[in-house]
């Protein structure tokens, strides 16, 4: 790779996970409803984040592990692009936090991103930007969720689908291709996946917000919860999706045969399925991981690139694609041909120290 | 997409062994829940000539207006 050459690439990545499996059929929902559920979303066990465990711990195990895997010392670090929507303090955000962590110097720019499943597109485009703006050098990207732990256990919806975990990518210059983008956002659809209580607008209130409530579809939550219209999300992603596919694949001039992997964000079997048929893409090479984890969120994309890293060769032309909460959307083409996937850690201890 | 061709997709989108035919009442049918909703709109989104709304899928009655949402006669 040309040291003179000020385009930015993703050098490695890495995911951790928390350690312990959770069988989704020790749920307190029907036999029937669990097969039936499991049958089309893929998932049977997923990972699920200990209470005093945040987002933060597993993108901290995750960039460790990065690190002593290419051999980088965090004083070389000098920007951090951490992207959660569950931080571990309600301010400042956990950039500063893996900072400190990390052992990263002080002269440094740090950041909090408030997306989650689209997370690491917009990270991985910061990024980028700071890179090839030269004001840094070497930028992590830590993009991660805890959102299982604010989920009801009755709420097969989202519970039956969602994991927990982090992960972490280094993005520097020297890359050979330009990494091109498409981004989709419609700010209207946030009521269709979110948590309505717990910020500014709907303070917690007990007795009020903390109230169990069941829908038409016999999903239990309360309002300090997380709610998922599932059929809106569903829309949204396969209308806004395969056009965004279409415009980064058009940008770097690559037909969909010439691609080697399509990495969806990884919301369920399903949904992966249903965006591969719709863009009749190759089955192979769109990577399914979920089961045994579960959508862990932002890191997703990041989770089923390092599990599959045995098994395939052809990174040179990647697609990534995220989607989620906001409704939010984002592809990106690049080569990671040049990129080192770690093998994916497990983490059962706090990483973060105040 | 023919009626036949279409009544046969259909049980493979409710992973129903239900008898189907196009006047078959959807709320009749034990697998029509919200599993089936989102399998429906996700393959109409492959097939359908104009964009498919939840709410349209959620109003339909029988299995004839879901075809009529398919394709494109509401």
New interface residues.
Partial sequence: MSIDSKIAQVVGVAASVPDKQFDLMDLDIDDYTLKRTMKLTGIHKIRQAPPEMSAADYCIDAAKKLFRDLSIDPKTIDGIVMLTPHPNYIYPGDSGLIQSALGIPTKCIVMDINHSCTGVIYGIFTASLLVESGQCQNVLVCCGDTAAKHMNPRDRALKMVAGDGGSALLVTAGGKLPMKYSFVHDGSGLKYLYTPAGGERMPIQPGVTDIESTDAEGNVRTLEEEFMDGLEVMRFVMNEMPPRVDEVLAQQGWSKDEVGAFVFHQANEFMVKSLVRAMKLSKKKAMVQVDGYGNIGGGSVLLAMCLEREHRSEWQKTVLCSFGTGMSGAALAADFSETHFCEVSECSTVQVEV | MQEKDFLEKMAEIM?TEAELSMDTVLKDVE?W???S???F???G??IAKE????AD??AAETLRDLYNLLMGDK
Wanted: glycine content about 0%; charged content about 25%; cysteine-free.
């Fill in positions: 992973d697998e829940d919200s599993l909703y989102v399998a709109l996700a393959f989104a492959t964009k498919i709304w939840p899928v959620k």
